[in-house]
C-alpha cells in the first residue's frame, strides 16, 4: 500500500467526530498529573504540571521516556556473548529498535520540526530554535549510529555480532541521557512561550489533529496507544478523561481492539527480550487500512 493511502486513511480517523461530551475543558481541571507517577524532569511535586500548555509536550514525552527507561534496562542486560542459545535477545531488541524505536523517534521530531513548531512561530511564540534544531541534529545523528548497529545485529540474526552489540550496549545510555535532558528543556521552555503566543487550546487542539493525522498509519500503529497508556498512567482521572474527549472515537476503539494489544504482546516482548530467560512468543492482531472509515469528503 502507497504512502497516499496510508494518509488518507488517518486523515480519515484524525478528522472523525469528537465525542460530545460535558465534560471540563482542561483549563477548568483543578489536579492534572499524578506526580508520583511521572518520569519528567521538569515536573515534580514542588512544580506540578497545574496548565494545559504543560501537558502539551508533556503526554509524547512520557510515552517516549517510559519506552526508553525500558530500553536502557535491555540494553545493560544483553549478553556480552552471543550464542546460539541466547541470540534471540540481541536479534529481537535490534528488531524493535529499527522497526520501532529509529521510526516514532523520527516521527516525533519531525511533527515538532515541520508542524508544531512552525505553528508556534507563526502565532508569534518565542522558541530558541537554532538551539532546538542543533539538538536534533545532534540527537539524529546518535540515533542513526544506534539504528545501523541494530540493523547489522538484525541482519546477523544476532550471531557473530559482538562487537555491534557491545557498541550498542555503549551508545545507547549516552543517547538516553542526551534524549531525556532535550525533552527537559522542551518541557521547560514550551509551556510559556505557548500562553505567551496567546494560542487557545482550541487552536492547539486544531494542530494536534494536524499532527494526528502526519502521523499516517505508523503514528495510529506506534504513538497512540503508547501515549493512551502512559497519559493513563501519569494523569489525574478527570484530566483522563478530558483527554480521551479530544481524540476521535474510532481511534480509540482501534487502539482498545489492536494497537495497544500488539504494543505490548509484539513491540514490548522485542524490547524486552535481552531481560528475558525464554524467548518470548505472540500473536499479532492483524490490522488492515479497511478497517478505517473512508476519507473525509473534500469540501
Given at each position: 500500500?502507497?504512502?497516499?493511502?496510508?494518509?488518507?486513511?488517518?486523515?480519515?480517523?484524525?478528522?472523525?467526530?469528537?465525542?460530545?461530551?460535558?465534560?471540563?475543558?482542561?483549563?477548568?481541571?483543578?489536579?492534572?498529573?499524578?506526580?508520583?507517577?511521572?518520569?519528567?524532569?521538569?515536573?515534580?511535586?514542588?512544580?506540578?504540571?497545574?496548565?494545559?500548555?504543560?501537558?502539551?509536550?508533556?503526554?509524547?514525552?512520557?510515552?517516549?521516556?517510559?519506552?526508553?527507561?525500558?530500553?536502557?534496562?535491555?540494553?545493560?542486560?544483553?549478553?556480552?556473548?552471543?550464542?546460539?542459545?541466547?541470540?534471540?535477545?540481541?536479534?529481537?531488541?535490534?528488531?524493535?529498535?529499527?522497526?520501532?524505536?529509529?521510526?516514532?523517534?523520527?516521527?516525533?521530531?519531525?511533527?515538532?520540526?515541520?508542524?508544531?513548531?512552525?505553528?508556534?512561530?507563526?502565532?508569534g511564540g518565542k522558541?530558541?530554535?537554532?538551539?532546538?534544531?542543533?539538538?536534533?541534529?545532534?540527537?539524529?545523528?546518535?540515533?542513526?549510529?544506534?539504528?545501523?548497529?541494530?540493523?547489522?545485529?538484525?541482519?546477523?540474526?544476532?550471531?557473530?555480532?559482538?562487537?555491534?552489540?557491545?557498541?550498542?550496549?555503549?551508545?545507547?545510555?549516552?543517547?538516553?541521557?542526551?534524549?531525556?535532558?532535550?525533552?527537559?528543556?522542551?518541557?521547560?521552555?514550551?509551556?510559556?512561550?505557548?500562553?505567551?503566543?496567546?494560542?487557545?487550546?482550541?487552536?492547539?487542539?486544531?494542530?494536534?489533529?494536524?499532527?494526528?493525522?502526519?502521523?499516517?498509519?505508523l503514528g495510529l500503529?506506534?504513538?497512540?496507544?503508547?501515549?493512551?497508556?502512559?497519559?493513563?498512567?501519569?494523569?489525574?482521572?478527570?484530566?483522563?478523561?478530558?483527554?480521551?474527549?479530544?481524540?476521535?472515537?474510532?481511534?480509540?476503539?482501534?487502539?482498545?481492539?489492536?494497537?495497544?494489544?500488539?504494543?505490548?504482546?509484539?513491540?514490548?516482548?522485542?524490547?524486552?527480550?535481552?531481560?528475558?530467560?525464554?524467548?518470548?512468543?505472540?500473536?499479532?492482531?492483524?490490522?488492515?487500512?479497511?478497517?478505517?472509515?473512508?476519507?473525509?469528503?473534500?469540501?
Amino acid at each position: 500500500m502507497g504512502c497516499t493511502a496510508s494518509k488518507q486513511s488517518a486523515d480519515a480517523v484524525a478528522s472523525g467526530k469528537h465525542q460530545e461530551s460535558d465534560s471540563p475543558t482542561t483549563s477548568s481541571i483543578v489536579s492534572l498529573a499524578k506526580v508520583e507517577n511521572l518520569t519528567s524532569q521538569a515536573y515534580s511535586a514542588a512544580n506540578p504540571p497545574t496548565h494545559w500548555t504543560d501537558t502539551v509536550f508533556l503526554v509524547p514525552h512520557e510515552w517516549l521516556r517510559q519506552e526508553m527507561n525500558a530500553m536502557v534496562a535491555s540494553a545493560a542486560a544483553l549478553p556480552d556473548k552471543s550464542t546460539k542459545q541466547n541470540s534471540w535477545k540481541a536479534e529481537l531488541f535490534a528488531t524493535w529498535i529499527v522497526e520501532y524505536f529509529a521510526k516514532v523517534v523520527h516521527l516525533h521530531h519531525d511533527n515538532e520540526e515541520e508542524i508544531y513548531f512552525p505553528f508556534l512561530l507563526e502565532h508569534g511564540g518565542k522558541i530558541p530554535e537554532d538551539r532546538i534544531a542543533d539538538d536534533h541534529k545532534s540527537l539524529v545523528d546518535e540515533l542513526t549510529a544506534i539504528n545501523d548497529l541494530a540493523a547489522v545485529v538484525v541482519q546477523k540474526k544476532g550471531l557473530k555480532c559482538d562487537d555491534k552489540i557491545a557498541q550498542l550496549k555503549a551508545k545507547i545510555p549516552i543517547f538516553i541521557t542526551d534524549m531525556k535532558e532535550h525533552l527537559k528543556e522542551e518541557e521547560t521552555f514550551a509551556p510559556k512561550a505557548i500562553r505567551e503566543a496567546g494560542i487557545t487550546e482550541q487552536e492547539n487542539g486544531e494542530c494536534i489533529g494536524k499532527l494526528m493525522q502526519a502521523g499516517g498509519i505508523l503514528g495510529l500503529h506506534t504513538e497512540l496507544p503508547g501515549v493512551l497508556i502512559w497519559t493513563k498512567h501519569w494523569g489525574t482521572d478527570e484530566y483522563y478523561e478530558s483527554f480521551l474527549k479530544e481524540v476521535p472515537p474510532p481511534m480509540i476503539a482501534l487502539a482498545n481492539d489492536i494497537f495497544i494489544p500488539n504494543l505490548k504482546n509484539k513491540f514490548h516482548a522485542q524490547r524486552d527480550a535481552p531481560t528475558m530467560t525464554e524467548k518470548p512468543e505472540w500473536t499479532e492482531v492483524p490490522f488492515d487500512p479497511s478497517m478505517l472509515p473512508p476519507p473525509p469528503p473534500q469540501e
